[in-house]
């Protein structure tokens, strides 16, 4: 089980997995106090930082955001060095374009991705 994300199927494999994920809050130039004002207004009232993460995941937000500066945007905080110092997809996940090249369906690839543990 390598936790792999199925999504990858859908995705350019000369490109590297983490410059295709999470696009929409990256491109966000707002500061982070605007988006998320009711989850720093929780930390200064005292509510524990880890009742805030679950809050954020419940939401389907970072909870990453808590340790961020609420002054600057989510995009300013992220490593984008990560991004560009991955490895294309294409290596990572090459027997799994290949089924794809192979004309093996879609939904049966991300199958088989998670039959591998690869992240659902």
Do not use: W
Request: charged share 40%; proline share 8%.
């Amino acid at each position: 089980k390598e936790g792999k994300d199925p999504n990858i199927v859908d995705m350019d494999p000369e490109k590297s997995y983490a410059s295709q994920v999470k696009k929409e809050e990256e491109d966000s130039d707002a500061p982070l106090k605007e988006e998320y004002a009711k989850f720093f207004k929780m930390l200064k009232m005292g509510i524990p930082t880890g009742a805030v993460r679950q809050a954020l995941q419940k939401e389907g937000k970072d909870p990453n955001i808590v340790d961020m500066d609420p002054e600057k945007s989510y995009a300013s905080q992220v490593k984008k060095e990560e991004e560009d110092s991955d490895a294309p997809l294409k290596e990572e996940y090459a027997k799994f374009f290949k089924m794809l090249k192979m004309g093996i369906p879609t939904g049966a690839v991300r199958q088989a991705l998670q039959k591998e543990g690869k992240d659902p």
